[in-house]
């Protein structure tokens, strides 16, 4: 009866052993105007590819200006990285988009990187960023 949680366990650690460093944890802001979505992770090596897509959490008019904001970070909250990430491919349209990709390549990942932070940065840009009109 107690070979489950033991089971569970043991899967659990697995991605971890199988790189021989223990798993990234995303960290998503959902505070801005525009927020991550299906946001994930896939190591390549010594590297780490990141994407998803920037989303309005409400329709509306208006494009999307600025970036997806990446940090790597030790457990403890050291930034070890920090990336300025273009959007692209908006969809429906480029007039009025609903959402957005990103994606980027950190190569090395940073000695230490335990947390990958996400965020939507208008970057100081004029213009409405997704508000309505």
Do not use: C
Not at 81 to 107: G, H
């Amino acid at each position: 009866m107690h070979a489950k949680p033991f089971l569970v366990l043991l899967l659990g650690l697995m991605p971890a052993l199988a790189w021989g460093a223990p798993d990234l944890v995303l960290e998503l802001d959902q505070t801005q105007r525009l927020i991550p979505s299906n946001v994930r992770y896939e190591r390549l090596g010594n590297s780490v590819l990141i994407s998803g897509k920037m989303v309005k959490p409400v329709e509306g008019r208006g494009r999307i200006l600025g970036h997806a904001h990446v940090q790597v970070l030790t457990i403890d909250g050291q930034i070890l990285a920090a990336i300025e990430v273009p959007l692209t491919n908006f969809q429906p349209s480029a007039k009025s988009p609903q959402r957005a990709d990103f994606a980027t390549r950190i190569d090395p990942l940073p000695v230490g990187a335990r947390v990958i932070r996400v965020r939507y940065d208008a970057s100081g840009r004029t213009g409405d960023a997704g508000d309505p009109p």
